[in-house]
């Protein structure tokens, strides 16, 4: 079992910066390719962004290419969400998720319990 828990989310005016966490416990994440997700209210839920276990690869939604950076720190067990220039269609709920699959497909074992982001204009 992997427990996933988030943080680093808030209230920030449009143009700002947040850096979200990805902390997990019960096993290592290294094993794991992790995802950050969010849903904003009234709508689907959106894959923003992955990376492989070992780092060499991400993938990101077009609506964040450029603006968001994933990263990881297997020796911390996090994963992270750096998030610059944002903006209001960005406000929603992000999540973490882990997966024993491989990038991009699209199978998740364990999720957070997610982490409010609202970006004002």
């Known amino acids: 079992q992997v427990q996933l828990v988030e943080s680093g989310g808030g209230l920030v005016q449009a143009g700002g910066s947040l850096r979200l966490s990805c902390a997990a416990s019960?096993?290592?994440?290294?094993?794991?390719?992790m995802y950050w997700f969010r849903q904003a209210s009234g709508k689907e839920r959106e894959t923003v962004s992955g990376i492989s276990r070992n780092g060499d690869r991400t993938h990101y939604a077009d609506s964040v290419k450029g603006r968001f950076t994933i990263s990881r720190d297997n020796a911390k067990n996090t994963v992270y969400l750096q998030m610059n220039s944002l903006k209001p269609e960005d406000t929603a709920v992000y999540s973490c998720a882990a997966s024993t699959w491989y990038l991009g497909a699209d199978r998740y074992d364990y999720w957070g319990q997610g982490t409010q982001v609202t970006v004002s204009s």
């Open positions: 019960g096993r290592s994440l290294s094993s794991y390719t």
